[in-house]
């Protein structure tokens, strides 16, 4: 007998702001030049639109991005 775990999810809203919007998207498709893979598959937003994750090769391409005061997280 086999028993399936329920996935579960977070989702976040990507930035409210196209500008950002723009800049996240530009950074993942940087770092997945950088690291010579393609990414492919939905976007996938994170805590407050300041990460992004997709699918890329075989492992999964998540990139942080935020400004300065906010990097650091909660204090």
Same mark, same amino acid.
């Given at each position: 007998?086999?028993?399936?775990?329920?996935?579960?999810? +977070?989702?976040?809203?990507?930035?409210?702001?196209?500008?950002? $919007?723009?800049?996240? %998207? #530009? =950074?993942?498709?940087?770092?997945? @030049?950088?690291?010579?893979?393609? +990414?492919?598959?939905?976007?996938?937003?994170?805590?407050?639109? $300041?990460?992004?994750? %997709? #699918? =890329?090769?075989?492992?999964?391409? @998540?990139?942080?991005?935020?400004?300065?005061?906010?990097?650091?997280?909660?204090?």
């Amino acid at each position: 007998m086999t028993l399936e775990r329920p996935v579960r999810e +977070a989702v976040f809203a990507a930035p409210a702001e196209r500008g950002d $919007r723009d800049r996240i %998207r #530009r =950074a993942q498709t940087a770092a997945a @030049r950088q690291f010579q893979v393609t +990414a492919s598959g939905p976007q996938v937003s994170g805590w407050q639109g $300041r990460t992004l994750g %997709r #699918r =890329a090769a075989n492992c999964r391409l @998540r990139i942080v991005s935020a400004e300065v005061d906010v990097a650091g997280g909660p204090p």
